[in-house]
């Protein structure tokens, strides 16, 4: 089947339409006050008020050991833990430590790659919560040559 520019136009537009059919209900609950606390142990608080941190082998963070530019860090996480419900990266020493979070699915494959902000040579930290409200983290040193939060 060959799509025209013209049909191709059609479908990007009723898809953006789509969007807007969404209820604001349905979309993600977003951790807002914990995106804008200004301590890690605060932002911890925040998105897990019960949980104590517990260190573990089976949450994985891959982080270079120096990033010669803050701005673009490549960061993988992952786990083997079962029943993973969410996962969270903290830069320690950021002016906002949690950098990202995810809510997963059922079954879904906890593993995520991305690129992290940091301002300076910092502990990036790996946090995975289970079902069971239990929190395991991981944590690495990451050096940075030159800082990407501004300044």
């Given at each position: 089947?060959?799509?025209?520019?013209?049909?191709?136009?059609?479908?990007?537009?009723?898809?953006?339409?789509?969007?807007?059919?969404?209820?604001v209900s349905a979309l993600a609950k977003w951790a807002e006050k914990a995106f804008n606390a200004t301590k890690l142990d605060e932002a911890?608080?925040?998105?897990?008020?019960?949980?104590?941190?517990?260190?573990?082998?089976?949450?994985?963070?891959k982080a270079p050991e120096i990033a010669e530019n803050g701005a673009v860090v490549p960061v993988t996480i992952g786990s083997d833990l079962?029943?993973?419900?969410?996962?969270?990266?903290?830069?320690?020493?950021?002016?906002?430590?949690?950098?990202?979070?995810?809510?997963?699915?059922?079954?879904?494959?906890?593993?995520?790659?991305?690129?992290?902000?940091?301002?300076?040579?910092?502990?990036?930290?790996?946090?995975?919560?289970?079902?069971?409200?239990?929190?395991?983290?991981?944590?690495?040193?990451?050096?940075?040559?030159?800082?990407?939060?501004?300044?």
């Amino acid at each position: 089947m060959k799509l025209s520019r013209r049909g191709a136009l059609k479908r990007l537009l009723a898809g953006s339409a789509a969007v807007f059919l969404v209820p604001v209900s349905a979309l993600a609950k977003w951790a807002e006050k914990a995106f804008n606390a200004t301590k890690l142990d605060e932002a911890i608080k925040l998105l897990w008020p019960n949980a104590k941190l517990e260190k573990s082998d089976k949450v994985r963070l891959k982080a270079p050991e120096i990033a010669e530019n803050g701005a673009v860090v490549p960061v993988t996480i992952g786990s083997d833990l079962p029943n993973v419900k969410s996962m969270a990266i903290f830069v320690e020493k950021n002016p906002s430590p949690l950098t990202s979070k995810f809510d997963l699915f059922k079954d879904a494959k906890p593993e995520f790659s991305l690129r992290i902000r940091m301002g300076e040579t910092s502990k990036v930290i790996a946090a995975v919560e289970t079902t069971d409200g239990k929190v395991y983290f991981t944590e690495k040193e990451v050096k940075v040559t030159i800082g990407g939060c501004g300044g």
